[in-house]
């Protein structure tokens, strides 16, 4: 036992960091991580705040004012952008959500219309093969008419409850980034005796790797959002939607998702126009969705050196175990988390010497 734990130490205990890491994932995000969100938001932001701070403490201007200065600068440039372009997509997500229970409706009719011409080319069918489509297609037709039933019904439900909770986030995010901007310095030292220190080798080279992959990675995501958002929206303009602003940020964001991409709303939005005798408007949903490939295979390359790094089915994992921990914003964290993990073991990798 004690030769298969000496040949093996290394695997074994890679096998025992990444079963605790994923042990403390789940029990973090389950738990936690409605705790500390406003504060690593505080600190996100802080990041971008300390540049500007410190120009500004160089010239003589106390820290904190320095710091309640960028603060203040942050919020002006958000209501600005609010007063711009945030109003016209709460508008348009307003009047959409308005006129969802018409859509749904006007889908129900389509589908109705087809279901009957598809009975009448049933009846030209033998029986058996006529009894067997027919029982799968009123299966389908009755979850379709739950799924179209509850959209119409959720669209005049509210969130206001979580209104208040939302704003003490925000507050508590703010506040919390003056506090990092301010005593960045004194954080700065505390982590280097306290934290630094014990893994200092091993944190060096993990930051190394994360900012090639987790950072780089993030980067590319947001100027393809940006391509993206740019190419949705003119498209969207050209074909005269009453929804483009709100659509093309929807779908800009989504885009940016592993395994999912502009095609999870420009295809069923293809097909409901197809179905709502639209044909024209189905090509041009297929027309942006092909111009939002090529882009991405053009401009990808370019601007990524190097990949994500990890494979189909572990991204997919990372995906739906953060989905599964704390819902939609998982699915964006959970493959940022698996690569943090895949830079730590490579260094690990790096640094062991090699057995004899």
Known sequence: MRDFYLKNRQ?????????????FCFLFFRYLFPIFLPFLVGWLLSLMFRPLATYLEKRHIPRWIASLFCILLFLGLISLFVALIGNRIAAQ??????????YMLLIQNALERFWTQLDSLLVLLPDPLQNLIQNSTEQFRGNLSSILLSLVQSTGSSSLTSVPNFLLG????????YFFTKDAALIRKLYE???LSLFRTSIHNTKRNLK???????KTQLILMIYTF???FIGLLVLRSPFALLLSVIIAIIDALPFFGSGFILWPGAVIHLILGSPKL?????????????MRQIMQPKILGTQIGLHPLLTLFSMYFGYKCIGFWGLLLGPVIAVM????????????????
């Open 212 to 218: 090639t992959s987790v950072w780089g990675y993030i």
């Open 230 to 232: 740019a190419i949705t």
């Open 170 to 177: 925000v507050l508590i995010a703010l506040l919390s980034s």
């Open 193 to 195: 005796k306290h934290v």
């Open 282 to 294: 189905a090509i041009g949903y297929m027309v942006i969705y092909a111009a939002v490939q090529i």
């Open 11 to 23: 695997a074994l205990q890679d096998f025992l960091i990444l079963g605790a890491t994923i042990l």
């Open 341 to 356: 993990l895949q830079a730590y073991f490579q260094t690990r990798e790096k640094e062991t010497p090699p057995t004899t």
């Open 93 to 102: 997500a307003q009047s959409f959500l308005r006129l969802m229970p018409q």
